[in-house]
């Protein structure tokens, strides 16, 4: 990984996503907009990490560690299925709290949706 262009991607991983929340949204639609979000990423030369983490803030925060295991990241990218549901609250800050422990003076940057991800990013990179 270059340390110009490293980026941490972390989300909730579709399989964890309450769609009761979210009618006109499903895991299959989670999943191809993710994975679009990340082919456009590659494709414009973002050096990422992908981390996509459970609700539970304990397994989260093992899966973030293990996803970020022996990288160097400049910008970490939350995604707005972490930040913008209020149940996810614990989850967010245990996220921020990490990031910040595995890459000191790591800058964030956040999104709205998969599809404004290289948006946010190109804000920080």
Not at 39 to 53: E, H, K, P, Q, T
Request: hydrophobic letters at 45%; one cysteine or more; charged letters at 20%.
């Amino acid at each position: 990984m270059s340390e110009q262009s490293s980026v941490l991607s972390i989300g909730l991983h579709p399989g964890a996503v309450d769609y009761t929340n979210y009618p006109n949204l499903d895991e299959v639609t989670l999943t191809a907009r993710i994975e679009a979000g990340e082919s456009a990423l590659r494709a414009a030369g973002f050096d990422f990490v992908s981390c996509l983490v459970p609700t539970d803030p304990d397994a989260a925060e093992a899966k973030l560690r293990e996803c970020a295991a022996g990288g160097v990241f400049r910008v970490a990218m939350i995604g707005a299925g972490v930040r913008m549901a209020a149940e996810h609250t614990l989850l967010f800050e245990r996220l921020i709290n990490v990031a910040a422990d595995i890459a000191p003076g790591i800058r964030f940057c956040f999104n709205t949706s998969p599809e404004t991800t290289i948006d946010a990013l190109r804000r920080w990179v």
